[in-house]
């Protein structure tokens, strides 16, 4: 065959292959045969919208913690963390459905109906509802899960347990931790309040005691235990 030959042919499979993919729906090709269940889509898209609703909650409990009538700042800084924390987890959620071949169809935010009562200031309220939610979005990723392993998503499973599970799962104890803090101090009104808020404070933000609710410092704890046994020279 001539060489014009070659290129009339080549022009003819270029044409054909334009004509072809112009048509078709890409994401589709990015899509693997497990992640082309619209359910693991809507299940995505679900926790999503939690995750931003969650979101606007912390962002309106950090808010009115900051009020001059209020003045706890160190929960304000613990829902802001919060809140910037939702929101990061929905937009690295969003970018994953993407890049798997999804789409995003964002919902309608709704305004939160909590509020941190100021006549009295009592925490109690606004902790239940924030360990509530983070239960919520706990029991939503582990529904996530099955819907994944039902479509044999692997790779969706292993997303979700190694970014949120086990992190989720310590955000629920700490916050049960601190709505048992809440409720000791607010049976005796005094200065417990304003203690737990100073410890917020100077944690800047972070449960004060969600160190010992992480199972790995366990391997911490043996490690330096084990590290002293070998200075006290009991193994020669």
């Not at 992190?167 to 203690?195: F, P, W």
């Amino acid at each position: 065959m001539s060489a014009s030959g070659e290129v009339s042919g080549n022009t003819e499979a270029v044409q054909k292959a334009l004509k072809e993919h112009t048509k078709n729906n890409i994401d589709e090709y990015v899509q693997v045969s497990t992640f082309s269940d619209e359910e693991v889509h809507e299940s995505i898209r679900g926790h999503i919208s939690l995750e931003w609703k969650t979101w606007f909650m912390y962002r309106k409990l950090g808010a009115d913690c900051g009020r001059a009538n209020i003045g706890l700042h160190g929960f304000a800084m613990l829902f802001k963390r919060a809140a910037a924390e939702c929101f990061a987890d929905g937009m690295w959620l969003e970018s994953y459905l993407v890049q798997r071949g999804g789409r995003s169809k964002p919902s309608d935010i709704p305004a939160p109906d909590i509020h941190f009562p100021d006549d009295p200031v009592d925490p109690v309220i606004p902790v239940h509802a924030a360990f509530q939610r983070e239960k919520e979005l706990l029991e939503d990723l582990l529904r996530l899960c099955k819907t994944a392993d039902e479509a044999g998503d692997y790779a969706l499973e292993d997303a979700i347990e190694t970014r949120f599970l086990k992190k989720e799962t310590k955000h629920v104890k700490d916050m049960g931790d601190l709505l048992q803090q809440c409720v000791r101090i607010s049976k005796n009104v005094g200065h417990g309040l304003y203690h737990l808020d100073k410890e917020l404070r100077e944690s800047k933000g972070i449960v004060p005691w969600a160190h010992n609710n992480n199972p790995d410092s366990t391997d911490e704890i043996l490690s330096a235990a084990m590290g002293d046994l070998a200075e006290a020279k009991l193994f020669p």
